[in-house]
């Protein structure tokens, strides 16, 4: 993944060459306006990242649960897929 940053006119010029390329290989733009950021340009597939991202981040009980995972891997307190599975499938959702 790699970083330009173009001036609003030649990411005008370039808009078409500009979203293949951040479609295909994840390139994103930096859109400048007198020299200072004002924009950037990245794939759908980058943006809807983002924002599933930020929604996991606002959920306070999923962001405790995932520290609460972390902890235990660093701790050694590993389970097997089947008995993950079985509990889940127990339980059920809590949503």
């Known amino acids: 993944?790699?970083?330009?940053?173009?001036?609003?006119?030649?990411?005008r010029n370039?808009?078409?060459d500009l979203i293949r390329r951040a479609k295909n290989?994840?390139?994103?733009?930096?859109?400048?306006k007198n020299g200072k950021p004002e924009a950037?340009?990245?794939?759908?597939?980058?943006?809807e990242?983002?924002?599933?991202t930020i929604e996991i981040t606002r959920d306070a009980q999923l962001m405790k649960?995932?520290?609460?995972?972390?902890?235990?891997i660093k701790a050694g307190r590993l389970y097997p897929y089947a008995d993950v599975i079985r509990h889940l499938k127990k339980s059920g959702p809590k949503r």
């Open 1 to 11: 993944m790699s970083t330009i940053t173009l001036s609003i006119t030649e990411t």
């Open 14 to 16: 370039n808009l078409l």
């Open 25 to 32: 290989i994840l390139e994103r733009v930096i859109i400048t």
């Open 40 to 47: 950037v340009l990245v794939s759908y597939e980058e943006y």
């Open 49 to 52: 990242s983002w924002l599933e």
């Open 65 to 72: 649960d995932i520290n609460k995972a972390r902890a235990d």
